[in-house]
């Protein structure tokens, strides 16, 4: 599992310029990859095991989700048009899903996975800061690859993509699961945090910014309040406030307040807010189905087709439940997290929440897309993982964390 992990990174920072594009359909090294894990790994999510208890219906949604997807885009757009665009995503969803079930199941191999992980943002940070500050992309002069810059600078600095095609994936890939690897890697949590805020600023962009930040305030709540055991229901009852404070007296709803706000730029978080407008019209007139690849009714000064929020576009091409079938592992695995007493290896299910805190807020300001699909993936098949270790594994694994 080691090799088929660093595999998996190698795989997701190599530059989209090594894709290769058959009959026209693009095999980046991701999905090549995906493509080999799914034959090996999703066979393995319904066999049973030494290591975790039998845990099937999130292995059952993510799989029906897949159909669901296959569906309603056989519905809107044909065979043919299901078969490659859901086969795909199947590869990249159920295949390293299932990669992540399986990366998971012993202890050692996700703390090898993570070790590795914080060695490549480490090198990254790097890396962006010298983009940053002098506009050379030194990943693809060193492998002689042309560089096309698809952000304009902010802040009198340029916007470091380091080795993905654009600075959000780039700081996506960073922040994604900086909760989990900061408290499961050995070391100053809150030291191993500002590495991951340092190697994310570069982006200069405000999704993986806010995921960051969200990560930050949580590890640095459980950190003041470590000795205080009701400290997370503490935060619940002020989230809880603030939720209402925002939601009662505003005349738009929580999310599109959070939209509009949480963006560099004031056009922004008003267009992004426009999208949710119009985007939850689109889900309400077509709840089962979706629209499909379709374009959605919008104003004519909102030019673009994209929808910046993963999961209203997962709505509104799917339709609602699809939605409901992705939250089901997340949900689940959170539930069960919370509600087992994970002893000496609390650090493990504290770390997983942190970075799902941050996945959810982020995923309502920016679109999973290309290689950040491909890790959300994985992320949510190491909290199913761990969420249904058995309680001898814990045992074990607590008795060889106390030695």
């Known amino acids: ?106 202890l050692k191999n996700l703390q090898y996975f993570l070790r590795v992980f914080l060695i490549v943002v480490i090198v990254s940070a790097l890396f962006a800061w010298f983009e940053s500050l002098t506009g050379k992309n030194l990943v693809y002069s060193f492998l002689g690859l042309p560089f096309y810059r698809l952000a304009e600078p902010r802040l009198g600095l340029e916007r470091a993509s380091v080795y993905m095609q654009h600075p959000i994936l780039y700081g996506l890939f960073i922040s994604m699961m900086m909760g989990l690897v900061i408290y499961t890697v050995k070391g100053k949590v809150l030291r191993l945090a500002a590495i991951f805020l340092a190697a994310v600023i570069p982006s200069l962009s405000s999704a993986p910014l806010l995921s960051i930040v969200v990560q930050l305030g949580a590890t640095l709540w459980d950190q003041l309040l470590k000795n205080n055991s009701k400290r997370w229901k503490i935060a619940l009852v002020i989230a809880v406030i603030v939720y209402l404070a925002i939601e009662i007296p505003s005349d738009r709803s929580f999310v599109a307040v959070l939209i509009s706000y949480l963006t560099f730029n004031p056009w922004t978080g008003y267009y992004r807010m426009m999208i949710w407008e119009y985007g939850i019209q689109e889900v309400l007139s077509s709840p089962l189905l979706g629209i499909g690849f379709n374009d959605w009714s919008r104003p004519s000064w909102m030019y673009s087709s994209s929808v910046d929020n993963f999961w209203l576009l997962t709505m509104m091409r799917y339709g609602i439940p699809a939605l409901i079938l992705m939250a089901i592992p997340v949900f689940l695995s959170a539930r069960r997290m919370i509600a087992r007493d994970f002893g000496s290896l609390l650090y493990l299910k504290t770390g997983w929440l942190i970075s799902l805190l941050g996945v959810i807020f982020v995923g309502a300001t920016v679109h999973f897309w290309a290689n950040i699909f491909s890790m959300f993936s994985l992320f949510v098949g190491f909290g199913v993982t761990i969420a249904s270790y058995k309680g001898s594994v814990l045992k074990v694994y607590q008795d060889r964390e106390n030695k």
């Open 1 to 106: 599992m080691k090799f088929a992990s660093l595999l998996f990174i190698l795989a997701i920072i190599l530059p989209p310029n090594y894709s290769i594009a058959p009959g026209g359909f693009v095999i980046t090294p991701i999905r090549g990859l995906g493509m080999i894990y799914f034959l090996i790994f999703v066979p393995q999510l319904f066999r049973s095991n030494s290591f975790v208890e039998k845990v099937t219906i999130p292995d059952l949604a993510v799989t029906f989700h897949c159909i669901w997807a296959f569906m309603a885009i056989y519905y809107w757009h044909g065979g043919a048009r299901a078969v490659e665009s859901v086969g795909i995503y199947s590869i990249e969803f159920l295949g390293l899903y299932a990669f992540g079930r399986c990366l998971a199941l012993e």
